[in-house]
């Protein structure tokens, strides 16, 4: 019981190293869904106002076109 307590204090969840994992994942992919949406708001947004962006400037680096 002293260990429990003592991993609390220094800052534990409680939570097995599982359930950390898939909370952790399902808040990233939560928060890459919100960037990417975001981005193509600035995107039409520039568009909108008369500032398209070359052709192949909105695809990420290192990355081959599929």
Do not use: H, N, Y
Request: with cysteine.
């Amino acid at each position: 019981m002293q260990a429990v307590i003592s991993a609390r204090i220094q800052g534990g969840t409680g939570l097995k190293p599982e359930a950390e994992q898939v909370i952790w994942d399902r808040s990233r992919d939560r928060e890459t869904q919100v960037a990417l949406a975001l981005e193509l708001e600035v995107m039409r947004a520039a568009e909108a106002l008369g500032f398209p962006l070359p052709s192949g400037a909105g695809r990420p680096v290192g990355r081959c076109p599929p």
